[in-house]
Nanobody
């Protein structure tokens, strides 16, 4: 499975962006797709996840109520809609895939597949 993110950019505080993660090679229905972000000098941080089959979602407390993840099975694409963006949301955002939810949410070092990342900058 190869993952390619797109949709990053520069946005003002309070604005919105939508990230896409295109998966080449059909992910198994058992897969969980995750979103992470990372800033220089910090560890990669879990943002959100969605199960490929049932569409169950999970969010970090820091983004709950502002970010929404969804999937389009027909297009093998996962989306991250980011609203009410704050300067502290500035980071490189990564898409990830693994068969285990616990790996996605708590053990990112063991994740099977990663995208290349896309920069999101929230600044006036």
């Amino acid at each position: 499975v190869q993952l390619v993110e797109s949709g990053g950019g520069l946005v003002q505080p309070g604005g919105s962006l939508r990230l896409s993660c295109a998966a080449s090679g059909r992910p198994s229905s058992n897969y969980v797709m995750g979103w992470f972000r990372q800033t220089p000098g910090k560890e990669r941080e879990f943002v959100a996840a969605i199960t490929w089959s049932g569409g169950t979602t999970y969010y970090a407390d820091s983004v709950k109520g502002r970010f929404t993840t969804s999937r389009d099975n027909a297009k093998n694409t996962v989306l991250l809609q980011m609203n009410s963006l704050k300067p502290e949301d500035t980071a490189v955002y990564y898409c990830a895939a693994d068969e285990a939810l616990v790996v996605i949410t708590t053990r990112p070092l063991y994740i099977s597949y990663w995208g290349q990342g896309t920069q999101v900058t929230v600044s006036s």
